[in-house]
């Protein structure tokens, strides 16, 4: 239930922002087609924690901004190597075995890794991600496990 | 004086935006195999997308125009690793094999710096 | 400064054209073309602002949406040579995936 009226805020929200508009006829549209779309979305029954984390909103911001940084840092050094000032192009295959408990925290996790230049997550499964780097550096900055402890972090804090 | 401080911001923004851009372009057409080729293309719709969407909201101030490109930049932020997983994995599945400077991968018999 | 950003995106655009046009594998193909996707969905947004025409980018949205769904069709009709049906996807003898039960292997959007 939470879950249904945390998408209905944001659906109502989306609605208003993209119309402009706020006269009685164009907002009652608005709140018919949420009705509609909210209740389609219920009998698929893809309204659930996965679909809409209402339980990290408050922990996500923070972690996004550190997000932020770690993905200017690695694009500083993707784009030295492709202009040829930076290391030299060193491809490389690990394996990561992610310290998440969920299933939404693993995907959190490989789509962080995806985000981040220099590291891409080719598959997860049975829990473990197969990441694709560009350097060794970057695929030794991820064995490291700053950026899992984070997310983990961020998980367990809800 | 604040909106000329903005300003500069914005330009300064929307300059480096697009040489990520650009260098996200060169890249994709230097790098040797397809799974490079995608962390350079990640350099482009992470940093050059980013500053550039983010200079256009400091041109646009608080209004409806800025509330719309920050909507865009959620859904780019959204979209565009899963959309980079997908190919990724699809790739991987289809049997196309990196390129990778590990001693026992030798038997490939291409350099991996071959531009 | 808007014209210099046009400009640029416009050689990104290119540059991507031609990776599409050389690409050896199909994938380099859609990489590239998702690739202009992107820029196009910024070069909306930017010609919007060059001209002085805001009202562009509730086309720069939607064309950032259809270009994520865009991509995921291709990947997806490569995979499983179909986009249809979930009984149809069933019958295609998927990668390697223990517990496969149908299309819901799918990567969710977050």
């Known amino acids: 239930m939470l879950h249904a009226i945390s998408l209905s805020a944001v659906l109502f929200g989306t609605w208003l922002l993209l119309s402009g508009y706020f006269t009685t006829l164009l907002i009652s549209f608005g709140i018919l087609s949420l009705a509609i779309a909210v209740g389609i979305a219920l009998r698929m029954d893809v309204v659930d924690h996965e679909s809409h984390p209402v339980h990290l909103t408050w922990q996500i911001p923070a972690y996004w901004v550190w997000l932020l940084i770690e993905i200017i840092k690695a694009n500083i050094d993707v784009t030295k190597t492709i202009l040829g000032i930076g290391d030299p192009a060193t491809p490389t295959v690990i394996n990561v075995k992610p310290s998440q408990r969920t299933e939404l925290g693993q ?35 991820l064995a490291t496990g700053a950026m899992d402890q984070r997310v983990t972090r961020m998980e367990g804090g809800a | ?31 040797p195999d397809f799974y ?25 101030g608080w209004t409806l125009v800025s509330a719309k490109l920050a909507m865009i930049l959620f859904f780019l932020f959204m979209t565009g690793p899963t959309a980079t997983h997908a190919l990724a994995k699809t790739a991987w599945y289809a049997g196309v094999k990196p390129l990778t400077t590990d001693p026992p991968e030798e038997s490939e018999g291409a350099p991996p710096s071959k531009p | 400064m808007l014209a210099f950003v046009t400009i640029a995106i416009l050689l ?29 969905t910024l070069l909306i947004a930017v010609v919007g602002f060059l001209f002085g ?40 003898p998927a990668p390697p995936e223990p517990q496969d039960s149908g299309s819901s292997t799918e990567k969710p959007a977050s």
């Open chain 2, 1 to 31: 004086m604040i909106d000329g401080i903005v300003e500069y911001l914005a330009f300064g923004m929307l300059g480096v935006g697009a040489v990520f851009a650009v260098i996200g372009g060169i890249g994709v057409l230097k790098f």
């Open chain 3, 53 to 92: 025409r805001p009202d562009f980018l509730d086309i720069a949205l939607l064309y950032a949406l259809i270009n994520f769904v865009g991509a995921i069709a291709v990947l997806k009709f490569y995979k499983y040579g179909s986009l249809g049906l979930a009984s149809h996807l069933e019958s295609v």
């Open chain 3, 12 to 40: 990104t655009m290119a540059l991507a054209l031609i990776r599409a046009l050389r690409g050896p594998t199909v994938f380099d193909r859609i990489l590239a073309v998702s690739m202009v996707s992107t820029k196009t």
């Open chain 1, 107 to 141: 995907v959190i996790y490989a789509n962080s890794i995806t985000l981040t230049p220099g590291t891409i997550s080719v598959e997860l499964e049975d829990g473990e991600i197969m990441v694709h780097a560009l350097t060794k550096g970057s695929a030794d900055d």
């Open chain 2, 36 to 60: 490079t080729r995608l962390h350079a293309a990640s350099v482009t719709d992470t940093m050059g997308a980013w500053l550039i969407l983010g200079g256009l909201m400091c041109l646009a």
